[in-house]
């Protein structure tokens, strides 16, 4: 690896981090990694992630006395001081142009859905007094089957259909898109299974078999959807 200056990654368990230790691990950047453990009761970080930064999420790096959160945030600005190559250039403009829309669209599209249907799915499984349950699984399916369910899985076959087509996110090579998408398609096969989407499940198993992937699962400890 490369020796770089004092870069930092607070690491939580099962969380968007595992992506940057992925990319970081591709790039042969040296790196540090604070870890730190999702609460057993609330699944929630620990409070003392906002001692690094106040939002108090993972991830976060720290490079150079640097402090930066937010997944898509973090994967540029890596990609920008030690992998430009992970990114097309100005002269690919149809690269450029699906680079753009995948890092967006993994959080702004993709994740919002995935995430309330597994908030609603939880707090169907944990209602009570127990005689309330039905009301309660009889709201979240009326929610879930008219807005979350429908936009979730229009998304995945979106997905799904460019993948059929492409061997990664943007352009022919592996770039900072597939590693924003990675884990928003991690944990739907976690929520839904495997068979639905076949493009999707291809392309997992692909990152999954890499070597750099597998020292980033290696460092970060546990992950439930490598």
Known sequence: MTSEAALIVHHLNNSRSQRVL???EELGVNYTIEHYQRDSKTNL??????????????????????????????????????????KPGSDNTAALNEYQFWMHF???????PLVASLVMGKAKDKAKPFFMKPVVAKVVDAITDAYYGPN??????????HLAKHEWFAGETLSGADFQMS???????????KGLYPAIDAWVNKIHGREAYQR???KGGEYAYA
């Open 152 to 161: 979730l899985k229009r998304s995945l076959e979106y997905v799904d259909a």
């Open 106 to 112: 993994a959080e702004g599209s993709l994740m919002p």
């Open 216 to 218: 980033g699962v290696e």
């Open 22 to 24: 992925w990319l970081l």
């Open 183 to 193: 884990f928003p398609l991690e944990a739907m096969l976690g929520r839904v299974g």
């Open 45 to 86: 970080a620990p409070d003392s992630l906002k001692a690094v930064h106040s939002l108090g999420r993972s991830p976060v790096i720290t490079h150079n006395g640097y402090t930066l959160a937010e997944s898509g945030a973090i994967i540029e600005y890596l990609i920008g001081q030690f992998g430009t190559h992970l």
